[in-house]
Nanobody, 126 residues
Framework: VQLQAYGGGLVQTGGSLRLSCAVP????????IAWFRQAPGKEREGVSC????????VLPESVKGRFTISKDNTKNTVFLQMNRLTPEDTAVYYC????????????????????WGQGTQVTVSS
């Protein structure tokens, strides 16, 4: 299954973007879903996660209050709403899906996710 992430672009500091990730042929029920990002020269980091179908989203402090993850099961699509963007948010953003639930200690381990999108570039200018 190849996820299809889109919606990235160039935005000024303080602006907003909404990323989408289409998940063709795979139900989002009973899945863990997440968004990661990777900036040049840095490791891939998780920025939002829903660890199972009925869980509340989990976000790291760096984006809490600014980013929101959501999903539409009827459209097999995952979203990442990003507000009050800063240049530190510049990165390639990836969506990821795992069959089944995740335990808390696995949330930000990229290897825990089986399906990945190709990434979409987000650039925030100062």
């Amino acid at each position: 299954v190849q996820l299809q992430a889109y919606g990235g672009g160039l935005v000024q500091t303080g602006g907003s973007l909404r990323l989408s990730c289409a998940v063709p042929g795979l139900s989002l029920d009973n899945k863990a879903i997440a968004w990661f990002r990777q900036a040049p020269g840095k490791e891939r980091e998780g920025v939002s996660c829903i660890k199972n179908s009925d869980a509340n989203p989990v976000l790291p402090e760096s984006v809490k209050g600014r980013f929101t993850i959501s999903k539409d099961n009827t459209k097999n699509t995952v979203f990442l709403q990003m507000n009050r963007l800063t240049p530190e948010d510049t990165a390639v953003y990836y969506c990821a899906v795992r069959n089944g639930r995740l335990i808390t200690s696995e949330l930000w381990r990229a290897g825990a996710y089986e399906y990945w999108g190709q990434g979409t570039q987000v650039t925030v200018s100062s």
